[in-house]
């Protein structure tokens, strides 16, 4: 004689009800929202926060560097060269000339040369 086991009529605590469709419905449609968020929102957002804070980082920046020369040039022209403005120019140009041609020597990324044949 076969002997036959019958499921346990009580659901485990926290999953609805196996004759309750519209829980189930509502946790299907939690979960497909909260993996579309992961996917989708939460990237974008990292995304967004990163082009504001460059945005910022690079206003923040040009401004300090805008500061610092109009500092140099009035602290050259007060204190080493008396009042000759032309030459605390000079220098200070010269200086952003060097760190520029500096900038424009390294904007390509150097390839190691490929090995003889």
Known sequence: MATTTTPDPRPSPGAPAAGDWPARAADLVDAVVEVLRD??????????????????????????????????VRLLTVYVFDGRVWASDLLVGAVFIVVGLVAWSRRFAKVPAAAPR
């Open 39 to 72: 996917k989708t929102v939460r990237p974008l957002t990292l995304v967004a926060r990163a082009v504001v804070f460059g945005v910022i980082v690079i206003a923040a920046a040009t401004v300090t560097v805008a500061l610092l020369s109009i500092a140099a």
